[in-house]
């Protein structure tokens, strides 16, 4: 738990989830891994830059990463859809999700977007069966899958990346079914209720470890935010560590036979909810 981080609100992790200048999936995963090549199409309809994929390394073992990319300037923030993927990027998930399963890759996803792309074309072409279709998919993909929040995490759009062996997240980023906005507006009609709907919809990070959703939470620096470079937690230490636990767990799963993994995984969703 960072430094003063006990005052800060649900609403106040909304904030810095979607923080100008915060770190996109793009700087993650150029400064986690090496030898990044960029796969592009769904082999459907086309190739949606809301979501970036391909092969890597993570110290000397191939993996195949796929991320959630909202863009730094209102420019690239255009290009990619402000980070909102169409079903074409679902599609192109799972199509290098298959690959990665066929080659023996672990997969690792970095999720990052407020929702699932809502416009007309979206509907047109499937949205809502192309994020099934990666849920049920995902469940019983023969290769490990590590989904790592570092933004926002809305709804069935994070999920569709996010039905993994674990999911992790960093201290400010958020994952709910709904947006605050949007949980205010249907419940209170009143958009002044955003903080409430925020605390009750247990969105943190700290909320979702309690709940057994997430597995693990990683300190991040905040800008401005006093004593964090005493603490040397910059860009460069957090994906330092995101790298070193990669490979911790990577190592230990890929000495389970793939039937227990697929097990663990089903085990793991089938615990939401459920009392002690």
């Known amino acids: 738990m960072s430094k003063g981080a006990d005052f800060l609100s649900a609403y106040d992790r909304v904030r810095l989830a979607r923080a100008k200048g915060r770190p996109t999936a793009k700087s993650y995963i150029h400064q986690i891994f090496s030898g990044f090549i960029q796969l592009h199409g769904d082999r459907r309809f086309g190739d949606d830059p809301a ?22 300037d209102t420019k690239s923030k255009l290009a990619h859809h402000f980070g909102s993927p169409n079903p074409e990027g679902y599609r192109k998930a799972l199509r290098l999700m298959k690959q990665a399963e066929k080659f023996k890759r672990p997969v690792i996803c970095f999720v990052d977007t407020a929702g699932a792309y809502c416009g007309i074309g979206a509907e047109e072409r499937g949205q809502g069966q192309a994020i099934a279709e990666n849920i049920m998919e995902m469940m019983g993909l023969r290769t490990q899958i590590i989904s ?6 809305g709804s069935g759009g994070a999920l569709a990346l996010a039905a993994a062996d674990q999911v992790w997240m960093l201290e400010n980023a958020i994952y709910s079914v709904i947006s605050p906005e949007g949980c205010a507006s249907i419940l209170w009609k009143d ?82 909810g459920k009392r002690p």
């Open 148 to 153: 790592i929040f570092i933004g926002e995490g």
């Open 51 to 72: 979501v970036i994929g391909g092969v890597a390394v993570l110290k000397h073992m191939p993996v195949t990463v796929i991320g959630i990319e909202r863009g730094t």
């Open 191 to 272: 958009a002044k209720q955003v903080e409430a709907a925020a605390e009750n919809l247990k969105l943190t990070a700290e909320d979702l470890l309690a709940l057994g959703v997430a597995d693990r939470i990683f300190q991040e620096p905040v800008p401005g935010e006093k004593g964090r470079r005493e603490e040397g937690l910059d860009f460069e230490y957090l994906c330092d560590s995101i790298r070193e636990a990669l490979w911790e767990s990577l190592s230990v799963s890929r000495k389970l036979d793939m039937q227990t993994l697929l097990e663990l995984r089903y085990e793991r969703f089938r615990r939401f």
